[in-house]
Nanobody, 124 residues
Framework: QVQLVESGGGLVQAGGSLRLSCAASGRTFSTAAMGWFRQAPGKEREFVAAISRNGYSTYYADSVKGRFTISRVNAENTVYLQMNSLKSEDTAVYYC?????????????????WGKGTLVTVSS
């Protein structure tokens, strides 16, 4: 019923920028919090950023705070992740996620909807 499709991943040099997009289907988009998670090879999936249903509140992992910005355009059913000052440590598969619950949770298992991911590779 709900489909999330990420795009915008690719190869970028350290210090560069990249913007990820997530297109969501269904009228439920505007009622759901949205987030980004990432998973590097051999590591657990980790929280990156989240945004509330109306876009008024945002949350970031300490590792990306000040460098990444999450935003959403509900009229277009899209959520974005602007990534600046990229580091090699940011290399991972990035996943878009949705959560219809009231509270935003950094634990992946608390999110209901997931995209298939897009690979971001940051070269040194």
């Amino acid at each position: 019923q709900v489909q999330l499709v990420e795009s915008g991943g690719g190869l970028v040099q350290a210090g560069g920028s990249l913007r990820l997009s997530c297109a969501a289907s269904g009228r439920t988009f505007s009622t759901a919090a949205m987030g980004w998670f990432r998973q590097a090879p051999g590591k657990e999936r980790e929280f990156v950023a989240a945004i509330s249903r109306n876009g008024y509140s945002t949350y970031y992992a300490d590792s990306v705070k000040g460098r990444f910005t999450i935003s959403r355009v509900n009229a277009e059913n899209t959520v974005y992740l602007q990534m600046n000052s990229l580091k090699s440590e940011d290399t991972a598969v990035y996943y878009c996620a949705g959560d219809p619950s009231y509270l935003i949770d950094s634990r992946p298992e608390r999110w209901d909807y997931w995209g298939k991911g897009t690979l971001v590779t940051v070269s040194s």
